[in-house]
């Protein structure tokens, strides 16, 4: 799945086995340093939790092409 494909409703397979939704999608730019993997047309992206006591909430963080 491309990063920019993530929709709310989406659900994602942790590394710990367990399955969990998206509630939430937002999509942002900033210049920064960052060290992407690509393997073959495979790009990563980076999903993050919301701490346990806020909204859920799961953020992408979609590598650069």
């Keep these: 799945m491309e990063a920019g494909d993530l929709t709310a409703d989406h659900r994602q397979h942790t590394s710990s086995g367990t399955w969990v ?9 900033e210049q920064t340093s960052v060290r992407n993997l690509t393997v073959e047309d495979l790009h990563t992206y980076y999903l993050q ?3 346990p006591r806020s909204s859920p909430t799961t953020k992408t963080r979609p590598s650069a092409p």
């Design 21 to 29: 939704q998206t509630t939430a999608v937002q999509h942002h730019t």
């Design 49 to 51: 939790a919301a701490a």
